[in-house]
C-alpha cells in the first residue's frame, strides 16, 4: 500500500474482516491524500490497475492544540 506523503507503507491485510490496516506514525501534511493498493492474484502476477482513492483533511481542524 502506498500513501501519499509517505511512499509504500507496511499495511496488513486481515483474513477476518477484509480490511487493510495501517497506523500513521507521523501527521498527515497535504490537504488531499491519495491511497493506492496493489496486490497479486493467487498465482502470484501483479493486477494492472491497483485500488486508488483519495481524502481531504481539514488541517485547521486537525492541528488544534489537545484540550481545545
Keep these: 500500500m502506498q500513501v501519499s506523503g509517505f511512499g509504500e507503507v507496511p499495511a496488513n491485510f ?6 487493510f ?3 500513521v506514525n507521523r ?3 497535504q490537504a488531499t491524500c ?9 498465482a502470484g502476477k501483479a493486477t494492472e490497475n491497483p485500488l486508488r482513492w483519495s481524502f481531504q483533511i481539514d488541517r485547521e ?5 489537545d484540550g481545545e
Design 14 to 19: 486481515s483474513l477476518d474482516n477484509h480490511k
Design 21 to 23: 490496516l495501517w497506523q
Design 27 to 29: 501527521r498527515l501534511r
Design 34 to 42: 491519495q491511497v493506492s493498493i496493489h496486490w497479486k492474484d493467487t
Design 61 to 65: 481542524s486537525a492541528y488544534l492544540p
